[in-house]
């Protein structure tokens, strides 16, 4: 298993900021999609933004305008940076790593966004 370390998450009020991480070892990080996908309490895991290996970005509807993902291959890192946060973005976010068949994932970070 390849790690995938998230860190970043807390409690935060409505409309505030948080900037997530996932720090990756072990792996050519650089060719790999990277992806944010989040589970609230009782919901499916849903997706959040996803960014290639391309640097070409994908975003869920909902969060579309108010969060971005961006890659840092020479830190082995993926940020998502969550502005104008609202109560349905509470959840645990977590990281994953896609590619050669394989399917990488983090534990995960708690955000919790009070209103």
């Known amino acids: 298993q390849v790690p995938l370390v998230e860190s970043g998450g807390g409690l935060v009020q409505a409309g505030g900021s948080l900037r997530l991480s996932c720090v990756a070892s072990?792996?050519?990080?650089?060719?790999?999609?990277l992806g944010w996908y989040r589970q609230a309490q009782g919901k499916q895991r849903e997706l959040v933004a996803t960014?290639?290996?391309?640097?070409?970005?994908n975003y869920a509807d909902a969060v579309k305008g108010r969060f971005t993902i961006a890659r840092e291959n020479v830190k082995n890192t993926v940020y998502l940076q969550m502005n104008s946060l609202r109560a349905e973005d509470t959840g645990v976010y977590s990281c994953?790593?896609?590619?050669?068949?394989?399917?990488?994932w983090g534990k995960g970070t708690l955000v919790t966004v009070s209103s």
């Open positions: 960014v290639t290996s391309a640097d070409n970005t």
């Open positions: 072990g792996m050519t990080f650089k060719q790999y999609t």
């Open positions: 994953n790593a896609k590619g050669f068949g394989l399917d990488y």
